[in-house]
């Protein structure tokens, strides 16, 4: 069974606070991404990883950068908080093989205040 | 870019009767369409998905219909129960690579008893 695990379930931090949210998969998936999820926005890709080290932005990448040292771990940075980034961040992991869809984390709800 | 749009944003049902969910793609390179489910709470989960070489697909009281002439796909819950009460986000590839998505905006479904 997938599972997909965040760091944190809530985070609270203050504006101008660099903040890492943490990812980690243990089912060897090759890509990885950060979706935020808005009410009325769904979901919006941040950030994706295809392979340790590369990453590719998404539709919001602004105010966010990743890193992806291991394959099994994607961490989210938020360089300098700010309260427009206040959301909910889901990671999710997929598969190249068997093109299985997109497995997802448990989320993490930041504030910002 | 690409785009889904999701309708309706809300839905209430009676126990036992059936629900549609529709979306509409704009990348007619769109090759795969998964639906998540997601309860309040929790994090989305996979329910069916489509390949666009289907015009549909059943998987017990859910089916996904698949219009790739006018890009359009559409999710059917039959004999609804209270717990499909929930927020369903349709989703379609980005191209025809199946890893990268765009969703909808999510339809919140609230069946009663």
């Known amino acids: 069974d997938v599972k997909v695990t965040q760091s944190s379930r809530y985070l609270v931090k203050r504006t101008g606070e660099k903040v890492f949210l943490e990812c980690v998969q243990d089912m060897d998936h090759e890509n990885m991404f950060w979706y935020r999820q808005d009410p009325g926005l769904g979901l919006r890709l941040i950030y994706f990883?295809?392979?340790?080290?590369?990453?590719e932005k998404g539709d919001i990448p602004e105010g966010y950068s990743v890193s992806r040292e291991k394959k099994e771990r994607f961490s989210l940075i938020l360089e300098s908080a700010s309260t427009n980034q206040t959301s909910m961040y889901l990671c999710a992991s997929s598969s190249n093989r068997g093109r299985d869809s997109q497995f997802f984390g448990p989320g993490t709800r930041l504030t910002v205040l | 870019g690409e785009n889904v749009e999701q309708h309706p944003s809300t839905l209430s049902v009676q126990e036992g009767d059936s629900a549609v969910i529709k979306c509409t793609y704009s990348?007619?390179?769109?090759?795969?369409f998964p639906w998540y489910k997601q309860e309040l709470g929790k994090r989305p989960q996979l329910i069916i998905d489509i390949r666009s070489n289907v015009g549909e697909k059943k998987d017990q009281r859910i089916a996904v219909t698949l219009n790739k002439t006018a890009k359009h796909f559409s999710l059917h819950i039959t004999e609804t129960q209270p717990e499909d009460s929930a927020v369903y986000f349709c989703a379609a590839s980005r191209g025809t690579g199946f890893q990268k998505l765009v969703f909808g905006t999510g339809t919140r479904l609230l069946v009663s008893p």
């Open positions: 990883s295809y392979d340790v080290k590369m990453k």
């Open positions: 990348d007619s390179a769109s090759n795969y």
